[in-house]
Every structure is written in structure tokens, then in C-alpha cells.
């Protein structure tokens, strides 16, 4: 058991080691998980492939946060990214230096921001224009008013929680307001055009803030800082491939790019395609059935991926969760902290995770992502095995101990196999949990159909969503009946040996 163990351990490495060495050859463009990032990543990847340098793109990457890990462990390269996020979430600085002495600050760590894209696209707050002018509230300062202490925010998890978000917003403003929950970006513009919020957060480039017909409201204390559309590379990496980028984006570019995506249906891939070849037209909107979007090109690549996300954990759970186990029913002192233990990795939030645990592999991907699972599986496998074991008679062991079965052959040929459905039954709950766990696995660059859920959160597009969410329910479904079957059956063999017993 312990080989095997050791031996699935190996193989992760070395596929890690393999993806390591294989994205050594190229240049690996990340992005976030938003419409502009992902146009943005984009038009870096086949800007790089047209020069000839050969290119990745990793695309949706949770948040600066995963991105930061992965720049620092070499699993991204380089990726968009603001000048305002970079001062206040990653060096933890205030003001708004020179590109100059930004790199100063950035060397350090081994990274420098070039080729300036040519836009700020800053944070701002905004609320309906027919709201907004009812109550009189034009700039930030207005909230303070008592006509806007009614207002309903729906701010975005990440301006709720970044330096230079909310938390800081609100001292400056001496904002009133005690906000507890957060809304996706992605699907903000909706809720606050369906009137289930009153003031969101934006960004000044977004497409839909005309469309909508939002007043964007003025930031009269100049709080925000400047966040000037840069790209953060490694220190190794040539920029002078991408230069002819610099400064070519402007901010009604940028506007324009973002609406072929959000309002013309356009795809990130085809609206950068179109500006690297010189934007002289809008990409042509290809209309496709849903049917065709959910059996697209991807879809055995995604399915694959998806597979061995599921699969490789699960294996390395039951490799490791059954001794563990074992060992609980075998030692009762034993069972009450190896179970808190497993019962506490399923309350770690899974970007948490899976942020920790590119730490320690060093790489985003595959193997750390295999590695969470695997973590959050543990559980029903290890109390399925201690509850199973434990509901075997003590009459039963004593039978067999009589027979002359020494205590490991009586657990090996006797005890387990009577607890077998048990086991089973915690092996399929795992399984199934983890084919719907395994959508964040997309987060870190892992694959999987939570690429397509991520990419159309961003935009707000069901039709993605529900191409990434179905395959994964019936995924799940057939995963739960392949086990259901399995259990049947050992419960069958069970009963007849109970039987034969008697």
C-alpha cells in the first residue's frame, strides 16, 4: 500500500516536472478572470505567436493573488495588469510612481512591468443615471447624504477585500455603510439593471456602463490611484516582441474591444485575432446553437482533463484514506482527531487552497490542483472506513479469530470485506463531490470544464455557463450509478457470505 502510495506521488511529479519543462520552451500568458483581462492575455499570446516566439495562454486565473504565486514560481510568465494593483496588492505601497521607479520596486522580486499599453482603466463607483439624479448624487461624497443611506450595494468580492477596495474606500470617505456580502463582476451590470442593488463597482473601460445608462460617480477626493494598463513579466523575459503593443490601446480602444466580447457576442480569441491583424474591421458574430457550444472543439480536451482531475485524486484519497481508516478503528484513540482533522480541510475555502498549495508545489496546474482534491476527499473515504469497520460484529471477529485467523488475516479476509459496501459507499461520495470541485480546478490553470463556467461568468453568458456545468452534472450522475452498481453488488456478495456464515 505504501508503494503504491509513493508510486502515484511519483507520477504527479513527474507530470508536473514534465508540464514544467515542456512550458519552459514557451512563453506562458496568464490572465484574470474578467472580459478585458482575457482579451487583453489574449492579443499578448498571438501577438508573441506572430513574432514567432512560441506561446501559452492561461487563461481566467483566479485573482492577483494566484497570479502572484504563479509569476513568483515560474508557472506564468507574464500577464495584464494595472499599475494601481500592482503599488497597493502586491508591493503593499501607496502613490503612483514612474514606470521607472516601479521596476525599482518590482526588481526585488524578480519582476518589472513594461510595454505601457496606452489606457487607465481605474476602479470606479457607479448607479443608475435615473437613481442617481432622483437623489441628487454625483460624486462619491454624496453617499454620505442621508437620501443614499438606503442604497443596496453590490460590490465584487475582490474590490471587497483589496487594499485599495472597499475597507479603504469607506475610511476615506467616511462611508457609513456596513456591507457583508459581495456580487461576481461578471453579472453585476444585471443586478443593478434589474434593481436588485443600487450602486456597484466598475471599471472606467467597461463596456456596459453606456448601455446600461449608469452614472459613473465622481471621485471628488481623488482616493483611486492611477491604473495605467501594463504588462508584469518575469525579469527574464524579452518584452521587445510585444513593444509594438506600447501605447497602440487606448481607452476607447479598450472600451470597444471589451463590448465585441460583452454586447456583440464576439469571442476573446476571435476579437484579439482581428486587432493583432490590424483592427481594421469588428470580427464577424458567429451564431451557434447550444448544442454546437456544448460539443465545440474542446470538448474531448476539456472532458479529458476533467477525468484525470477527478480520478487522479480520487486515487491518491483512497490510497491514503483508507489506512488512515484503518488505523481509527484499529486505534480508538485515534479516530476522534484523524477525523477532525479531514472534517477541517473541508472548511478551507478552495482558492485558499489552492493558492497554498501552488506554494508548495511550485507550479500552478495539474498537480496542485489534483493535490486539492485529493485533500477534499479524504473525509467521507476515512469515515466511511472507520464506520464500516466498526459496524462489524465483535461475533464475527471472534469467529474467525477461533478459526485460527491471526488478527491481520481476520481484518484482511473477514472485517474488510463485510465493510466493503460501507467503504464503497464513502469512495462514491468523494467522487461525485469531486467531479463538481473540480470546476475550480480552471482557476489555476488546470483545465477541465470549469474553463467554460469561468469564461462565461466573466461575460455573463449562460450559454458558456451551462456548456461547462451540464457535462460536469452528467459527469457526476454517471459516476454516482458506475458506483451505484459497484455497491450493489458487494452488498449482494455480503449477504451471501453473511449467509454461508450462519
Not at 482603466?121 to 437620501?147: C, F, H, V, W
Not at 481508516?325 to 472548511?347: C, E, F, K, N
Not at 490553470?445 to 452534472?473: Q, Y
Amino acid at each position: 500500500m505504501t508503494r503504491f502510495f509513493a508510486r502515484c506521488v511519483l507520477a504527479l511529479a513527474v507530470c508536473g516536472l514534465c508540464g514544467v519543462a515542456w512550458a519552459a520552451d514557451k512563453v506562458v500568458v496568464g490572465s484574470k478572470r474578467f472580459t478585458e483581462s482575457y482579451i487583453l492575455g489574449e492579443i499578448v499570446h498571438q501577438t508573441l505567436q506572430k513574432a514567432g516566439v512560441p506561446s501559452e495562454h492561461k487563461q481566467g486565473l483566479g485573482n492577483t493573488g494566484i497570479l502572484e504565486q504563479a509569476l513568483a514560481t515560474g508557472s506564468v510568465d507574464v500577464y495584464p495588469e494595472y499599475t494601481g494593483t500592482i503599488v497597493r496588492e502586491l508591493l503593499k505601497r501607496d502613490g503612483n510612481p514612474t514606470l521607472a521607479e516601479l521596476n525599482t520596486w518590482l526588481a526585488p522580486r524578480g519582476l518589472k512591468a513594461a510595454v505601457p499599453l496606452g489606457f487607465n482603466n481605474t476602479y470606479a463607483l457607479a448607479m443608475r443615471e435615473s437613481q442617481a439624479k432622483a437623489l441628487g448624487i454625483t460624486r462619491i461624497s454624496d453617499l454620505l447624504q442621508p437620501q443614499a443611506a438606503a442604497l443596496r450595494f453590490g460590490l465584487s468580492h475582490e474590490f471587497l477585500a483589496r487594499a485599495d477596495g472597499w475597507p479603504a474606500l469607506k475610511s476615506a470617505y467616511k462611508l457609513p455603510m456596513q456591507l457583508s456580502g459581495g456580487i461576481d463582476h461578471g453579472i453585476a451590470y444585471d443586478a443593478i439593471a434589474a434593481e436588485r442593488v443600487d450602486v456597484i463597482d466598475i471599471y472606467s473601460t467597461d463596456a456596459k456602463v453606456g448601455r446600461f445608462a449608469l452614472r459613473v460617480l465622481q471621485d471628488d477626493l481623488g482616493f483611486f490611484p492611477k491604473y495605467d494598463a501594463v504588462l508584469l513579466m518575469r525579469s527574464g523575459v524579452d518584452p521587445t516582441p510585444l513593444k509594438g503593443l506600447e501605447g497602440r490601446i487606448d481607452e476607447k480602444t479598450m472600451i470597444a474591444l471589451n463590448a465585441q466580447v460583452e454586447l456583440d457576442g464576439s469571442t476573446f480569441a476571435d476579437v484579439a485575432r482581428q486587432f493583432v491583424a490590424g483592427g481594421a474591421t469588428r470580427p464577424a458574430k458567429v451564431s451557434q446553437g447550444f448544442w454546437s457550444r456544448l460539443f465545440a472543439d474542446d470538448f474531448g480536451r476539456l472532458a479529458a482533463q476533467h477525468l484525470m482531475l477527478v480520478f487522479g485524486s480520487l486515487l491518491i484519497a483512497v490510497v491514503v484514506g483508507l489506512p488512515l481508516g484503518v488505523s481509527s478503528w484499529a486505534w480508538p484513540r485515534s479516530a476522534a482527531p484523524l477525523l477532525a482533522a479531514t472534517g477541517i480541510l473541508q472548511t478551507v475555502p478552495s482558492l485558499a487552497l489552492l493558492a497554498f498549495l501552488i506554494a508548495i508545489v511550485g507550479g500552478i496546474g495539474l498537480v496542485p490542483a489534483v493535490l486539492a482534491l485529493f485533500l477534499y476527499a479524504l473525509l467521507p473515504i476515512v469515515r466511511n472506513t472507520y464506520t464500516g469497520l466498526s459496524g462489524v460484529s465483535v461475533d464475527m471477529r471472534d469467529a474467525a479469530l477461533s478459526l485460527g485467523l491471526t488478527p491481520p488475516q481476520c481484518l484482511r479476509f473477514v472485517v474488510l470485506p463485510l465493510a466493503l459496501p460501507t467503504i464503497m459507499a464513502g469512495i462514491k461520495t468523494a467522487a461525485v463531490i469531486n467531479v463538481g470541485t473540480a470546476t475550480m480546478a480552471a482557476f489555476i490553470g488546470a483545465g477541465g470544464f470549469g474553463e467554460r463556467i469561468v469564461a462565461g461568468l466573466a461575460v455573463n453568458d449562460t450559454g458558456a455557463m451551462l456548456a461547462g456545468a451540464l457535462p460536469s452534472a452528467a459527469l457526476a450522475l454517471l459516476v454516482q450509478l458506475v458506483f451505484d452498481r459497484i455497491e450493489a453488488s458487494l452488498v449482494r456478495g455480503v449477504s451471501r457470505a453473511e449467509t454461508m456464515g450462519e
